[in-house]
């Protein structure tokens, strides 16, 4: 906090966060909030747009390329938990082998069916997985909150625009 301010009249466009301080507790600091600095906090929602219309903006790309992203996308949840050392319960292993399971029966599946039923089959399983990356959000457990973010809106923007595309 500046000189003169005090906690009650902090100034309304800051955001109070902790930081670790120098005697090992926390110490409370001010994060500016005014329209710029919630815009550059949304930095993994812009590059995901960025990502999806450079992606989309001349149609769908193939469906096997779709599929494997889809079962890509949850290994690398895995890989994040192993490096971040979330995955030392048994439930958290559980849940996100589930995810990969789900994610890989969806993708083949959109290959086993006709074109446009694997279209609408992969965009509802990129769907799926924007509420699976909305879900480690929320928690902020698994994988890096920027990470889910990021994934969630090219997931969800994605499977509009297959089926927008379609």
């Known amino acids: 906090m500046s000189p003169g301010h005090t906690q009650e009249n902090q100034p309304h466009d800051a955001v109070r966060e902790t930081a670790p301080a120098s005697d090992g507790g926390a110490a409370p600091r001010a994060r500016p909030a005014g329209p710029l ?7 993994p929602t812009w590059t995901a747009l960025a990502l999806v219309v450079a992606t989309f903006a001349d149609g769908v790309p193939p469906l096997p390329l779709l599929a494997t992203l889809l079962a890509v996308m949850p290994l690398c949840y895995i890989a ?7 995955l030392a319960r048994r439930d958290t292993v559980v849940l ?3 995810g990969v399971a789900l994610f890989g029966a969806l993708a083949l599946l ?4 006709d074109r446009t039923a694997g279209h609408y089959v992969m965009a509802a399983g990129w769907f799926a997985h924007a509420v699976w990356d909305f879900a480690h959000h929320r928690a902020g ?4 909150r920027a990470w889910s973010e990021w994934c969630c809106v090219v ?4 499977a509009a625009a297959i089926v927008l595309w379609v």
């Open 37 to 43: 600095a919630r815009v550059a906090r949304r930095w």
């Open 80 to 86: 994040f938990g192993v490096l971040r050392g979330e």
């Open 96 to 98: 996100q082998l589930l």
């Open 110 to 113: 959109a290959l086993s069916v």
């Open 141 to 144: 457990r698994v994988v890096p």
């Open 155 to 158: 997931d969800l923007f994605g």
